[in-house]
C-alpha cells in the first residue's frame, strides 16, 4: 500500500515538475513557515541553546569515534534485559530478521512506530512479499500509506497534502483496509483525528507483533528511547505481545545523562515544543508487563561507510528533527519527492550519497548540488551539521568517481576555462570575444544552463579596455 523511490529520475528532473505544482508549492510554505516560527520562538526561551547545540555535537562525536565499545556495551545491556540482539548488515537482513519473527508468531499483520530506519530500508514493501501487512499508526504515515503515496518530510510525511485532500483520502480508502471513515467526515483536524483514531484502534487490539525504531539506545541501561507526538507510538510499544526494533547503529548514546541534552534540542528543533508529549523508554521484558518478547536489530546499512568519511561522519550526529528542511529554501520550492529518498532536504543530500557512495547511482549523486549553500541549514542544526562544507566536499567526491572515459560538457567547460585562466594572452582573446559568445551560446550551447538560470550580459568593455581607459597605460 506504500509506493517506492525506486527509479526516481535525478533531482534537476525531478524539481523540475515539482516546480510545476502549485497546490504543492502553497502546502510546503504554510507548513514550513508555521513550524519555522514556532522553532524560533521555542528557541529564543533558552539562553544557552548555542551552549545546548555544543553539548549534542560533543556527545554524538564522542560516540562515533568509540561506537565499536559503545555498541558492545548495548548488546550486552540488552541481553541481560531479557532482548534478543541481532546485527544486520544491510537492508535485506533487517527486513529477513523482522520478516521472520513475524512468521514464527503466525501474524499476518504488524503494527508500526513511526521509523525512519523502517522506511529507508523499504520493510513494508519486504513483509508483504512475506504475505505481512505492516500498519502505519503514525497520523501523517498514516495518510501516506492510504494514499499509495511516498513520505515528504522526515517529520511531517504527509505535509504536502492539505485538509481537504485528507479528508477525500480518508472517505475514499480508509473503508479498503479497515475501519471506513464516517459519512459526515469534514476537513475539521479533530474530525480527521477522531476518524484515524477509530481505523487504527482495532489494529492496535488485533495485533500480535509491533516494528519500531528508536530515537535513542542508552548503553549502559539497555535502554531504547522513542518520542512522539500522538501516542500511538506508546500502544504499539505496550499492548501486543512481541516487539522488534530496528535501530540504526548510530543511535547509541552511552548513558541516560547524556538524554538530558537531546531532549531539550529535539522537540523545540522539530516540532516547535518545549517538550515531547509522549516519550516512551522500554528496557527488555518485564514479566506481566508490556511485550513478552522483544528483538532489537541493530542496524549498519551504509553507516561504517560513512563513519569512515572524515569530513561526512558529522551526519551521523542527525537526531531526525528535521528543522534544516523547514528552513531551506530549495526544499520549500520542490518538497521532500524530489529527493527521491525518505530522506529529503538538506541532510538527505548529505546522509544518502554518504550510505550508499559516490558514483553508484546517477539519482543520489545529483543531491549534493540540491542546494544553494546558503548556510541557513547549519545555523537551524541542533548537533552542528555543518551540511555546505560536507556537500561541497560530497560534489568533489562525485566528480572524482566520474573521472576516465569521455568527459561531459562541465567537464569540458571547466578545463578551457582553467587554460584561459593561466594564460595572460589567451585571456585577453576570450575578452574580446565574451560578446559575441555568450550571445551565441545564449541560443545553443548554453541552454541547457539557462533554463534555470539567468546568463548575464557582457560588460560594455574588458577589464584590460577599462584599466588602459582609466590609466592611460597598457
Same mark, same amino acid.
Given at each position: ?37 514556532k522553532r524560533d520562538a521555542v528557541v529564543a526561551e533558552?539562553?544557552?541553546? $548555542? ?409 560594455? $568593455? ?13
Amino acid at each position: 500500500m506504500t509506493g517506492t523511490f525506486l527509479g526516481m529520475p535525478p533531482f534537476p528532473e525531478a524539481a523540475r515538475r515539482a516546480l510545476e505544482d502549485g497546490t504543492l508549492r502553497a502546502n510546503l510554505d504554510h507548513a514550513t513557515s508555521t513550524i519555522r516560527a514556532k522553532r524560533d520562538a521555542v528557541v529564543a526561551e533558552v539562553e544557552d541553546w $548555542e551552549e545546548l547545540r555544543l553539548a549534542g555535537a560533543a556527545i554524538k562525536d564522542d560516540v562515533l569515534l568509540r561506537l565499536d565499545e559503545h555498541l558492545l556495551t548495548l548488546e550486552t545491556s540488552l541481553r541481560a534485559a531479557g532482548a534478543v540482539v541481532h546485527w544486520a548488515r544491510d537492508a535485506d537482513e533487517a527486513c529477513r530478521v523482522v520478516a521472520e519473527v513475524a512468521k514464527a508468531h503466525g501474524a499476518h499483520e504488524v503494527v508500526k512506530v513511526k521509523s525512519m530506519a523502517t522506511q529507508e530500508i523499504g520493510l513494508n514493501e519486504a513483509l508483504a512479499a512475506e504475505g505481512i501487512d505492516a500498519w502505519e499508526t503514525d497520523l501523517a504515515e498514516l495518510i501516506v500509506q492510504l494514499g499509495d503515496d511516498l513520505p515528504s518530510h522526515i517529520l511531517v510525511p504527509a505535509i504536502h497534502r492539505n485538509r481537504s485532500e485528507v479528508r477525500d483520502l480518508f472517505r475514499s480508502a480508509m473503508g479498503e483496509s479497515g475501519v471506513p471513515a464516517p459519512d459526515d467526515l469534514t476537513d475539521d483536524p479533530a474530525r480527521l483525528a477522531e476518524a484515524a483514531r477509530l481505523h487504527l484502534r482495532e489494529k492496535f487490539l488485533r495485533a500480535k507483533v509491533a516494528v519500531s525504531g528508536a530515537n535513542f539506545a542508552v548503553a549502559d541501561t539497555g535502554t531504547l528511547v522513542v518520542v512522539e507526538s500522538e501516542g500511538n507510538g506508546r500502544m504499539c510499544l505496550t499492548l501486543p505481545e512481541v516487539l522488534v526494533s530496528v535501530v540504526g547503529v548510530e543511535k547509541v548514546v552511552p548513558s541516560w545523562q547524556d538524554l538530558e541534552v537531546f531532549f531539550q534540542l529535539l522537540p523545540r528543533s522539530s516540532t516547535g515544543e518545549r517538550m515531547n508529549p509522549y516519550t516512551s523508554t522500554w528496557t527488555g521484558i518485564h514479566t506481566g508487563d508490556g511485550p513478552q518478547e522483544v528483538h532489537v536489530v541493530l542496524l549498519d546499512n551504509g553507516r561504517t561507510r560513512a563513519l569512515a568519511d572524515e569530513v561526512g561522519r558529522q551526519a551521523l550526529r542527525c537526531i531526525r528533527c528535521s528543522a534544516c528542511l523547514n528552513v531551506c529554501p530549495v526544499y520549500e520550492r520542490t518538497g521532500g519527492h524530489a529527493y527521491g529518498s525518505v530522506y529529503p532536504g538538506p541532510i538527505g543530500a548529505i546522509l544518502n550519497p554518504l550510505l550508499v557512495g559516490p558514483g553508484a547511482d546517477r539519482q543520489v549523486d545529483s543531491l549534493p548540488y540540491a542546494s544553494t549553500l546558503c548556510g541557513a541549514c547549519y545555523e537551524a542544526c541542533p548537533v552542528r551539521i555543518d551540511i555546505p562544507s560536507v556537500l561541497v566536499d560530497l560534489r568533489a567526491q562525485v566528480v572524482d568517481a566520474h573521472r576516465g572515459g569521455l568527459p561531459g560538457p562541465e567537464a569540458v567547460a571547466m578545463k578551457a576555462a582553467s587554460r584561459v585562466l593561466a594564460s595572460g594572452r589567451l585571456l585577453a582573446l576570450a575578452e574580446r570575444l565574451t560578446t559575441p559568445v555568450l550571445r551565441i551560446a545564449r541560443y545553443v550551447g548554453a541552454s541547457a544552463w539557462t533554463r534555470g538560470r539567468e546568463l548575464p550580459a557582457a560588460p560594455a $568593455e574588458t577589464f584590460r579596455t577599462w584599466w588602459r581607459r582609466k590609466e592611460g597605460t597598457s
